[in-house]
C-alpha cells in the first residue's frame, strides 16, 4: 500500500506560478511512475504530465508543454509539479498517482492517488 500526500494548491492570478509537492510513503519510491492528472467540474480527469521512476524521462499533455516540469527527489519519496505561466483553463483539482516501473497516460492504469489539491487560476 501507497499513501500519496500532496500539498501546494491555491489561488493565483493568471500568468504566475505554483509548484505542487507529491510525498510518499513507500520505501520503493524510485521504482514508481508519478504521473500528474487533473480534473475540472463536469469534465473527465486528464493526463497533465509524467516522469519514469529515475526521473530521466518526462512527457507533458500538449496544453502544457513548456509551461510545467514535472520532478522527483527519490531521496525524499517525492515528486513535484512547477506551473508556470498559469492561465484560467488550467483551473482544476490536481492529482498525483504512481504505478510501477511503466508509463501511461492512462488514469485507469494508476494504482495509488493523493487526495488531490486545487489550483485555481483567476483571470
Known amino acids: 500500500q501507497v499513501q500519496l500526500v500532496e500539498s501546494g494548491g491555491g489561488l493565483v492570478q493568471a500568468g504566475g506560478s505554483l509548484r505542487l509537492s507529491c510525498a510518499a510513503s513507500?520505501?520503493?519510491?524510485?521504482?514508481?511512475?508519478m504521473g500528474w492528472f487533473r480534473q475540472s467540474p463536469g469534465k473527465e480527469r486528464e493526463f497533465v504530465s509524467m516522469i519514469s521512476p529515475s526521473g530521466a524521462r518526462q512527457y507533458y499533455a500538449d496544453s502544457v508543454k513548456g509551461r510545467f516540469t514535472t520532478s522527483r527527489d527519490n531521496a525524499r519519496n517525492t515528486g513535484y509539479l512547477q506551473m508556470n505561466i498559469l492561465k484560467p483553463e488550467d483551473t482544476a483539482v490536481y492529482y498525483c498517482?504512481?504505478?510501477?516501473?511503466?508509463?501511461?497516460?492512462?488514469?485507469?492504469?494508476?494504482?495509488?492517488w493523493g487526495q488531490g489539491t486545487q489550483v485555481t487560476v483567476s483571470s
Open positions: 498517482a504512481v504505478r510501477p516501473f511503466y508509463l501511461s497516460t492512462r488514469s485507469d492504469e494508476y494504482d495509488y
Open positions: 513507500a520505501r520503493t519510491f524510485s521504482n514508481f511512475v
